[in-house]
């Protein structure tokens, strides 16, 4: 009977190694799996997502800077109609040296 206590004991310990064995083998092959998903996204993110998100990026840029130019060209436009209407040279040409400095408007042109 010692020779059966000794061979179970044999087939117990290469079944414990085997089975450790196979769970080593299932952790690499759901890294190798998880490593394959990940690659899978990236490459769809890259294919996929980057080039809709460059073509929205593109589209927004010139609509901002189109945007910005009608502003721009409505504000010259603005102080142009309004240095028509007012005289603003004439501020230039006024001497305010001559007289009693008596608002900060006075002064900020003074200065």
Not at 78 to 97: E, I, K, N, T
Request: with cysteine; glycine share 4%.
């Amino acid at each position: 009977m010692k020779w059966l206590d000794s061979a179970l004991k044999k087939k117990c310990a290469q079944d414990k190694s085997a089975i450790f064995e196979r769970i080593h083998q299932v952790e690499v092959e759901r890294s190798y799996r998880i490593v394959g998903a990940l690659e899978t996204i990236a490459s769809d993110i890259e294919n996929q997502v980057v080039p809709v998100v460059k073509n929205a990026m593109s589209q927004w840029m010139k609509m901002v800077l189109t945007i910005d130019a009608v502003a721009a060209g409505l504000f010259l436009t603005g102080m142009l109609v309004l240095s028509q209407w007012f005289d603003v040279w004439a501020l230039f040409s006024y001497d305010f040296a001559g007289s009693n400095i008596v608002s900060s408007i006075k002064l900020a042109t003074l200065l």
